[in-house]
Protein backbone atom coordinates (compact mmCIF):
# COMPACT_ATOMS: atom_id res chain seq x y z
CA UNK A 1 0.00 0.00 0.00
CA UNK A 2 1.69 3.22 -1.14
CA UNK A 3 0.90 6.43 0.98
CA UNK A 4 0.22 10.25 -0.11
CA UNK A 5 2.65 12.19 -2.03
CA UNK A 6 3.08 15.48 -2.38
CA UNK A 7 5.05 17.78 -4.79
CA UNK A 8 7.20 20.05 -4.70
CA UNK A 9 8.59 19.57 -0.87
CA UNK A 10 9.39 23.24 -1.05
CA UNK A 11 8.19 26.32 -3.36
CA UNK A 12 9.12 29.75 -3.40
CA UNK A 13 7.51 32.26 -5.51
CA UNK A 14 6.96 35.89 -5.80
CA UNK A 15 3.61 37.96 -4.88
CA UNK A 16 1.07 37.73 -8.13
CA UNK A 17 2.06 34.52 -9.72
CA UNK A 18 0.19 31.39 -9.88
CA UNK A 19 1.40 28.07 -8.33
CA UNK A 20 0.18 24.51 -8.96
CA UNK A 21 0.89 21.84 -5.87
CA UNK A 22 0.23 18.04 -7.05
CA UNK A 23 -0.96 14.89 -4.21
CA UNK A 24 -0.92 11.47 -5.29
CA UNK A 25 -3.68 9.91 -3.16
CA UNK A 26 -3.11 6.40 -1.63
CA UNK A 27 -4.17 3.81 -3.02
CA UNK A 28 -7.79 2.65 -3.69
CA UNK A 29 -9.14 6.11 -2.02
CA UNK A 30 -11.33 7.66 -3.70
CA UNK A 31 -11.57 11.37 -2.23
CA UNK A 32 -8.95 14.06 -1.50
CA UNK A 33 -8.90 17.02 0.33
CA UNK A 34 -6.68 19.73 0.54
CA UNK A 35 -5.73 21.98 3.78
CA UNK A 36 -4.17 25.20 3.95
CA UNK A 37 -1.68 24.79 7.69
CA UNK A 38 0.13 28.37 8.85
CA UNK A 39 2.82 28.70 10.95
CA UNK A 40 1.75 27.50 14.37
CA UNK A 41 -1.97 26.71 13.43
CA UNK A 42 -4.18 24.06 12.34
CA UNK A 43 -4.66 23.30 8.82
CA UNK A 44 -8.11 24.77 7.29
CA UNK A 45 -9.57 22.88 4.68
CA UNK A 46 -9.91 24.32 1.27
CA UNK A 47 -12.06 21.82 -0.72
CA UNK A 48 -12.34 18.34 -1.38
CA UNK A 49 -12.83 16.34 -4.41
CA UNK A 50 -14.89 13.18 -4.41
CA UNK A 51 -15.08 11.37 -8.01
CA UNK A 52 -13.40 14.05 -9.89
CA UNK A 53 -15.86 17.11 -8.85
CA UNK A 54 -15.48 19.47 -5.88
CA UNK A 55 -18.06 18.67 -3.09
CA UNK A 56 -16.89 20.61 -0.16
CA UNK A 57 -15.30 23.70 0.32
CA UNK A 58 -14.27 26.00 2.88
CA UNK A 59 -13.66 29.59 3.50
CA UNK A 60 -11.13 30.40 1.06
CA UNK A 61 -11.29 32.71 -2.95
CA UNK A 62 -11.85 30.97 -6.27
CA UNK A 63 -8.38 32.02 -7.02
CA UNK A 64 -8.25 28.76 -5.04
CA UNK A 65 -8.92 25.62 -7.11
CA UNK A 66 -8.19 22.20 -7.97
CA UNK A 67 -8.71 19.16 -10.13
CA UNK A 68 -8.89 15.53 -9.11
CA UNK A 69 -7.68 12.81 -11.87
CA UNK A 70 -9.14 9.61 -13.02
CA UNK A 71 -6.36 8.28 -11.19
CA UNK A 72 -7.14 10.01 -8.26
CA UNK A 73 -4.13 12.00 -7.99
CA UNK A 74 -4.98 15.93 -7.39
CA UNK A 75 -3.78 19.18 -7.95
CA UNK A 76 -4.37 22.55 -6.13
CA UNK A 77 -3.97 25.86 -8.40
CA UNK A 78 -3.41 29.37 -6.71
CA UNK A 79 -3.65 32.11 -8.39
CA UNK A 80 -2.46 35.92 -8.01
CA UNK A 81 -0.39 34.61 -4.62
CA UNK A 82 -0.65 37.16 -2.12
CA UNK A 83 1.69 37.03 0.78
CA UNK A 84 -0.50 35.51 3.23
CA UNK A 85 -0.65 32.34 0.74
CA UNK A 86 2.71 31.19 2.64
CA UNK A 87 2.09 28.43 4.21
CA UNK A 88 2.23 24.28 4.20
CA UNK A 89 -0.24 22.93 2.21
CA UNK A 90 -1.68 19.43 3.23
CA UNK A 91 -3.19 17.24 0.77
CA UNK A 92 -5.11 13.81 2.16
CA UNK A 93 -6.96 11.05 0.67
CA UNK A 94 -9.74 8.77 2.18
CA UNK A 95 -12.04 5.94 1.09
CA UNK A 96 -15.63 7.83 0.99
CA UNK A 97 -19.35 5.94 1.06
CA UNK A 98 -21.65 8.59 0.53
CA UNK A 99 -24.34 6.56 2.39
CA UNK A 100 -22.28 5.41 5.77
CA UNK A 101 -21.77 7.79 8.53
CA UNK A 102 -18.78 9.82 9.33
CA UNK A 103 -15.62 8.60 11.04
CA UNK A 104 -13.50 8.86 7.74
CA UNK A 105 -9.88 8.46 8.58
CA UNK A 106 -8.10 10.60 6.49
CA UNK A 107 -4.33 9.50 5.10
CA UNK A 108 -2.24 13.10 4.77
CA UNK A 109 1.17 13.31 3.26
CA UNK A 110 4.16 15.15 4.45
CA UNK A 111 2.98 19.09 2.45
CA UNK A 112 4.37 21.62 0.47
CA UNK A 113 5.53 24.11 2.13
CA UNK A 114 5.04 27.65 -0.07
CA UNK A 115 6.41 30.93 0.29
CA UNK A 116 5.41 33.89 -1.06
CA UNK A 117 7.61 37.02 -1.31
CA UNK B 1 -20.67 27.55 13.51
CA UNK B 2 -18.70 24.83 14.06
CA UNK B 3 -15.37 25.00 15.70
CA UNK B 4 -12.21 22.96 18.04
CA UNK B 5 -10.81 24.81 20.69
CA UNK B 6 -7.32 23.39 22.67
CA UNK B 7 -5.34 24.13 25.38
CA UNK B 8 -2.88 26.39 24.61
CA UNK B 9 0.72 25.13 24.55
CA UNK B 10 3.65 24.32 24.93
CA UNK B 11 3.43 21.36 27.41
CA UNK B 12 6.50 20.34 28.69
CA UNK B 13 6.62 17.27 30.91
CA UNK B 14 9.37 15.20 32.12
CA UNK B 15 9.61 11.04 30.97
CA UNK B 16 6.91 9.49 32.98
CA UNK B 17 4.65 11.82 33.51
CA UNK B 18 0.61 11.46 32.89
CA UNK B 19 -0.07 13.88 30.09
CA UNK B 20 -3.73 15.67 29.42
CA UNK B 21 -4.14 17.80 26.41
CA UNK B 22 -7.88 19.54 26.68
CA UNK B 23 -9.93 19.53 23.52
CA UNK B 24 -13.48 20.98 23.84
CA UNK B 25 -15.97 21.48 20.69
CA UNK B 26 -18.51 23.67 19.46
CA UNK B 27 -20.64 21.45 16.91
CA UNK B 28 -24.33 21.00 15.10
CA UNK B 29 -25.15 17.44 15.14
CA UNK B 30 -22.97 14.75 16.30
CA UNK B 31 -19.74 14.56 14.63
CA UNK B 32 -16.79 12.15 15.01
CA UNK B 33 -13.57 13.18 17.18
CA UNK B 34 -10.20 12.79 16.05
CA UNK B 35 -7.04 13.43 17.02
CA UNK B 36 -3.85 13.90 14.89
CA UNK B 37 -0.35 14.15 15.70
CA UNK B 38 2.45 15.63 13.44
CA UNK B 39 6.26 14.99 14.23
CA UNK B 40 8.72 17.98 12.60
CA UNK B 41 9.10 17.80 9.02
CA UNK B 42 5.88 15.39 8.95
CA UNK B 43 2.15 15.50 7.76
CA UNK B 44 -0.43 14.53 10.13
CA UNK B 45 -1.05 11.34 11.24
CA UNK B 46 -4.29 9.75 12.99
CA UNK B 47 -3.69 8.86 16.52
CA UNK B 48 -7.44 7.54 17.62
CA UNK B 49 -11.07 8.43 17.15
CA UNK B 50 -14.34 8.22 18.28
CA UNK B 51 -17.71 8.47 16.57
CA UNK B 52 -20.19 8.44 18.85
CA UNK B 53 -21.42 9.85 22.63
CA UNK B 54 -19.15 7.77 24.93
CA UNK B 55 -16.57 6.12 22.49
CA UNK B 56 -13.34 5.56 24.24
CA UNK B 57 -10.60 5.70 21.19
CA UNK B 58 -7.10 4.57 21.75
CA UNK B 59 -3.95 4.23 20.31
CA UNK B 60 -0.27 3.71 21.91
CA UNK B 61 -0.94 4.56 25.03
CA UNK B 62 -2.82 7.59 24.79
CA UNK B 63 -6.91 7.76 24.93
CA UNK B 64 -9.54 9.91 24.87
CA UNK B 65 -13.30 10.22 25.67
CA UNK B 66 -16.31 11.24 23.69
CA UNK B 67 -18.25 13.32 25.82
CA UNK B 68 -21.17 14.96 24.32
CA UNK B 69 -22.88 16.37 27.98
CA UNK B 70 -19.22 18.43 28.29
CA UNK B 71 -18.71 18.44 24.36
CA UNK B 72 -15.16 17.67 25.06
CA UNK B 73 -12.59 14.86 23.91
CA UNK B 74 -9.25 15.56 26.20
CA UNK B 75 -5.88 13.30 25.11
CA UNK B 76 -4.92 11.39 27.99
CA UNK B 77 -1.88 8.88 28.07
CA UNK B 78 -0.41 7.77 31.67
CA UNK B 79 3.45 7.90 30.67
CA UNK B 80 4.35 9.62 28.49
CA UNK B 81 7.82 8.85 26.40
CA UNK B 82 10.61 11.89 24.71
CA UNK B 83 9.58 10.06 21.53
CA UNK B 84 6.14 11.39 22.29
CA UNK B 85 7.28 14.88 21.78
CA UNK B 86 5.14 16.12 18.60
CA UNK B 87 2.40 19.20 17.85
CA UNK B 88 -1.03 17.35 18.80
CA UNK B 89 -4.45 18.20 17.01
CA UNK B 90 -7.77 17.68 17.88
CA UNK B 91 -10.47 17.65 14.79
CA UNK B 92 -14.21 17.05 14.14
CA UNK B 93 -15.99 16.27 10.93
CA UNK B 94 -17.53 19.38 9.72
CA UNK B 95 -21.16 17.57 8.92
CA UNK B 96 -21.77 21.55 7.06
CA UNK B 97 -19.84 19.96 4.65
CA UNK B 98 -20.58 16.58 2.07
CA UNK B 99 -17.26 14.33 2.19
CA UNK B 100 -14.77 14.37 4.97
CA UNK B 101 -13.58 17.70 5.43
CA UNK B 102 -12.34 18.15 9.03
CA UNK B 103 -12.03 20.96 11.38
CA UNK B 104 -9.06 21.69 13.61
CA UNK B 105 -8.01 23.00 16.60
CA UNK B 106 -4.93 25.40 16.48
CA UNK B 107 -2.87 22.33 17.94
CA UNK B 108 -0.77 21.97 20.95
CA UNK B 109 3.02 21.51 21.00
CA UNK B 110 4.37 18.95 23.65
CA UNK B 111 8.12 18.47 24.80
CA UNK B 112 8.66 15.41 26.50
CA UNK B 113 12.41 15.39 28.34
CA UNK B 114 14.30 12.79 29.76
Known amino acids: ?117 | GNSVTQMEGPVTLSEEAFLTINCTYTATGYPSLFWYVQYPGEGLQLLLKATKADDKGSNKGFEATYRKETTSFHLEKGSVQVSDSAVYFCALSDLDQAGTALIFGKGTTLSVSS
Not at chain 1, 38 to 56: C, D
Open chain 1, 1 to 117: ETGVTQSPTHLIKTRGQQVTLRCSSQSGHNTVSWYQQALGQGPQFIFQYYREEENGRGNFPPRFSGLQFPNYSSELNVNALELDDSALYLCASSLYVTSAPGGYEQYFGPGTRLTVT
